[in-house]
Antibody
């Protein structure tokens, strides 16, 4: 079945970097943008950016420009999101999501989320 | 960038009530408006895309309407499993943007 499986849990110190993975299965990975959305504890959803898995072209939200890097490995149908210079307010659940069977950028598949905790 | 504003931010309702949540875009987004339901500890679930298209498997008590800047999500008869947080999202252009969410609680 169509699914996105993410790395589970990360604990990092302030100033460090984190890389979250998202493995796709059940569909053509290179055919659909992969987006990253985060959610701080008790807060709403925040779009971070997207990658075209076919070309590798990325678009990032202005807020994360210079700190986020999205990449992919098409040989294993996996997308990655790396966030650098971590701060305590980067503590959040990070989701990958894609739009497979519906209108553009309506996210009908989501990963289960990766909890990233930033703490000294 | 397009801003999305939902109202109310929370509401209390009883099983069987009709519930309406509104979402306003800071500029016209045609019909590129999607609605999600999120339960605690879970990823969001797409309910409605392009303003009114119900996703497969979503109960028909959910409906969406609107175009341009003003949109509505309606639950015709609230069920116990509908208590959750609901988000609107514009997919008209990049950066996509979500509303701040509406928490539906049990009265």
């Amino acid at each position: 079945q169509v699914q996105l499986v993410q790395s589970v849990f990360e604990v990092k110190k302030p100033g460090a970097s984190v890389r979250v993975s998202c493995e796709a299965s059940g569909y053509t990975f290179t055919g659909y943008y992969m987006h990253w959305v985060r959610q701080a504890p008790g807060q709403g959803l925040e779009w971070m950016g997207r990658i075209n898995p076919n070309s590798g072209v990325t678009n990032y939200a202005q807020k994360f420009q210079g700190r986020v890097t999205m990449t992919r490995d098409t040989s294993i149908s996996t997308a990655y999101m790396e966030l650098s210079s971590l701060r305590s307010d980067d503590t959040a659940v990070y989701y990958c999501a894609s739009s497979i069977a519906v209108a553009k950028d309506a996210f009908d598949i989501w990963g289960q989320g990766t909890m990233v905790t930033v703490s000294s | 960038d397009i801003q999305m504003t939902q109202s109310p931010s929370s509401l209390s309702a009883s099983v069987g009530d009709r519930v309406t949540i509104t979402c306003r875009a800071s500029q016209s987004i045609s019909s590129y408006l999607n609605w999600y339901q999120q339960k605690p500890g879970k990823a969001p679930k797409l309910l409605i895309s392009v303003a009114s298209s119900l996703q497969s498997g979503v109960p028909s008590r959910f409906s969406g309407s609107g175009s341009g800047t003003d949109f509505t999500l309606t639950i015709s008869s609230l069920q116990p499993e509908d208590f959750a947080t609901y988000y609107c999202q514009q997919s008209y252009n990049t950066p996509v943007a979500f509303g701040q969410g509406t928490r539906v609680e049990i009265k």
